[in-house]
């Protein structure tokens, strides 16, 4: 390995590689609208290329009982997953729920733009509007679940 290259499991290394799968999770859950505006936002990025998809396939989703006991086979869900190379040579990767083409690949996109410093600093605001977005809406989901929560174990001593 090359002298002027950290260790990839230093742990700056582990921070940045954290950094992006955080960056990549927000950008799979993200809406197509909020895509092209992140995209338009950025200004003009360089030409991209398709290295792989988009493709959509499926996958199997398992599950365990109390999110403890032993996995078993859910079913089967819908991804899409794409990867671009933009002209410098970054490469932007992402696997998202659904069937939506276009979303995977400006998600795709993006993801390339964020390993560039100077679009990454241009692009983190719509990228943490994104993540509070999603965060609240699943605060939310959570809240309307809750409010519906029956404690069996009051039923039964009121009974």
Known sequence: MN???PFPTAPAGAAL???RRHRMAVLARAPLAELEHALAAAGPLPA?????GPETGMV??????????Q???LGEMTVTRCAV?????RVGHVYLAGRDARRAE????LDAALLDPTLAQALAPKIEAMAHAQEEA???RSRRAAATQVSFYGLVRMG
Do not use: I, S
Not at 60 to 67: E, F, I, K, P, Q
Not at 85 to 89: K, P, T
Not at 106 to 109: E, G, K, N
């Open 85 to 89: 190379r933009l002209a410098d040579g």
């Open 60 to 69: 199997m989703v398992r599950g365990r009982m109390d999110g403890k006991g």
């Open 3 to 5: 002298d002027a290259q």
């Open 138 to 140: 699943r605060l939310d």
């Open 17 to 19: 590689e954290e950094a």
């Open 71 to 73: 996995a078993f086979n």
């Open 48 to 52: 991209w290329e398709r290295l792989r």
């Open 106 to 109: 400006l998600a795709a996109v």
